[in-house]
């Protein structure tokens, strides 16, 4: 299940990366399951990496490649099927010997290569595949190779996700594209299960960082599925400087500026994108809280509610049951609550106020208004000036079964 119809959009190349995907046969016999991203040299490279204590082997060598690699990176190489979590210094070994396998055929340093995978965790990683499958990756280096990329890192999703941006400034064009994947496990608290974009402007390393980490804090640190951390999080972005600018220094510059709403524009949509394939999504949820005395109350309501299983089952089943909506609020933790001041809305119909049903409203709206694919629960605190959205799925029949089932 999925919610809309999620068509793959129009990817533009982004002049000095490559992407080859190809099939390492890791869980399943001939599925492409291996993708390898090469970027010019001279590129400069940004990331955020999953806040769980148990961060997979890959996250554990890419930081530290990040952080020590000699130039620039160069390479990224994901794989499906396994996680490589869970795994201990076997784990690390392993992700380790793909670097080295990737820099042994392009003649780099395996500092200047990313590992990543996703798949199953506590499960060895089955390196000799992914040493075999190289040569054809690097075959398969293409510069209009995003959409196949896009579904090769797939694992439980139903379709693939990408967004891109063309814009001019400052008398050039530029472009910002990016793929995503993520289904379930996903309340990111960085970034979402594996993402990766690339723009063709030059931008020095720490503004590069800086324009990530914010762009992502406003759009995959505001999704959720099912509350859960994963393993593996990670979010690249990648900077080639082929469209001949000077290095981009200023973020408040007109070109910084557009750069930065180009970004924040590509991972909204791949957030988004990855709530309405949530596994056994049949709603996609706005959940937007305003009036609160600070962003971080209302995301703390906005999450509570979108947290909720009682509110997700409702939500499953077009039930405008609001006082489970009442009851999240409530024990959302925001301090002093005014009840009496408290509205509450579903698609703009006003269905609680001054601490009960609202005098105008009718289960009949209230039906309505749980009806389409796309709904907006809206709450207004009516404390102070500040809002926040998230975005949620429901929880199904099929949430239960992909996620009891992911293993047999």
């Not at 994901?78 to 795994?87: E, H, K, L, S, V």
């Not at 762009?215 to 593996?232: K, L, M, Q």
């Not at 009806?371 to 199904?396: F, K, M, Y």
């Amino acid at each position: 299940m999925a919610v809309g119809k999620g068509r793959l959009p129009e990817l533009f190349p982004v002049a000095g990366i490559r992407l080859g995907t190809v099939s390492a046969g890791i869980k399943t016999p001939g599925r492409k399951d291996l993708v390898l991203i090469e970027a010019q040299v001279g590129s400069t490279c940004a990331a955020v990496f999953t806040q769980n204590a148990f961060c997979a082997a890959p996250v554990t060598v890419a930081k530290e490649h990040l952080r020590d690699c000699h130039a620039d990176v160069r390479y990224l190489l994901i794989n499906t099927g396994n996680a490589n979590a869970g795994t201990g210094e076997r784990g690390i070994e392993l992700a380790q010997s793909c670097a080295a396998a990737v820099a042994q055929l392009a003649g780099v340093s395996s500092r200047d290569v990313l590992p990543f995978s996703t798949g199953v965790i506590g499960e060895p990683l089955p390196a000799e595949k992914i040493h075999t499958a190289l040569p054809a990756a690097f075959e398969a280096l293409d510069s209009d190779g995003w959409g196949e990329a896009a579904s090769g890192i797939l694992t439980t999703d139903t379709r693939p996700k990408g967004a891109s941006v063309k814009f001019s400034c400052d008398g050039r064009e530029y472009v910002v594209t990016g793929i995503a994947k993520g289904a379930g496990m996903i309340r990111p608290n960085m970034a979402t299960m594996l993402a990766y974009l690339a723009t063709d402007m030059a931008v020095e390393k720490t503004v590069l960082q800086h324009l990530l980490s914010a762009a992502v804090e406003t759009s995959f640190n505001r999704i959720t599925i099912d509350g859960d951390t994963s393993t593996n999080d990670a979010c690249v972005l990648l900077s080639t400087g082929e469209a001949g600018n000077a290095a981009l220094a200023d973020l408040n510059s007109e070109v910084g500026i557009a750069l930065r709403e180009a970004l924040e524009s590509v991972c909204l949509k791949l957030a988004q994108g990855l709530v309405r394939d949530g596994e056994g999504a049949s709603k996609f949820v706005t959940v937007l809280v305003k009036g609160g005395n600070s962003e971080q109350e209302c995301l703390d309501v906005a999450f509570t509610i979108a947290h909720s299983p009682l509110v997700k089952t409702a939500l499953f089943a077009s039930d405008p049951n609001w006082g489970r909506l009442l009851a999240a609020i409530g024990r959302a933790g925001v301090a002093d609550l005014a009840v009496d001041k408290v509205g509450v809305y579903l698609n703009d119909i006003l269905i609680a106020e001054h601490g009960c049903r609202a005098a105008t409203y009718t289960e009949e709206q209230g039906v309505v208004a749980m009806a389409p694919e796309d709904i907006e629960i809206r709450i207004e605190l009516n404390r102070g000036q500040h809002e926040a959205s998230v975005w949620t799925s429901d929880l199904s029949y099929d949430y239960v079964r992909i996620n009891a089932e992911y293993r047999t």
